[in-house]
Nanobody
Framework: QVQLVESGGGVVQAGGSLRLSCAASGRTFSTYAMGWFRQAPGKEREFVATISGSGWSTYYADSVKGRFTISRDNVKNTVYLQMNNLKPEDTAGYYC?????????????????WGQGTQVTVSS
């Protein structure tokens, strides 16, 4: 079993930056691909970014490509989401997720474990 705890959310002005962290429990962290998803009020949860177990492969939603960077530290059992040039439409709850395979995935149904989320609010 894997437990995930997100942190780093907050309120930031448009054009600003935030760095989200997701701390994972467990002793096989490097075997899990990780993902970030977000959900705004009245909308379905959407894919943001994913990273393979090794950290060699990453994929991003078109809406965040070039602005967000996902990374991981397998020694610290932590995955990060660096968010730059934030826009009001980025406002959402951000959720960290882990899947029991090392290969990246973009669909939330492919993930086995979820954190409770951290709120990101971007003001204009």
């Amino acid at each position: 079993q894997v437990q995930l705890v997100e942190s780093g959310g907050g309120v930031v002005q448009a054009g600003g930056s935030l760095r989200l962290s997701c701390a994972a429990s467990g002793r096989t962290f490097s075997t899990y691909a990780m993902g970030w998803f977000r959900q705004a009020p009245g909308k379905e949860r959407e894919f943001v970014a994913t990273i393979s177990g090794s950290g060699w492969s990453t994929y991003y939603a078109d809406s965040v490509k070039g602005r967000f960077t996902i990374s991981r530290d397998n020694v610290k059992n932590t995955v990060y989401l660096q968010m730059n040039n934030l826009k009001p439409e980025d406002t959402a709850g951000y959720y960290c997720a882990a899947r029991s395979k090392a290969v990246t995935a973009k669909s939330p149904v492919e993930y086995n474990y979820w954190g409770q989320g951290t709120q990101v609010t971007v003001s204009s």
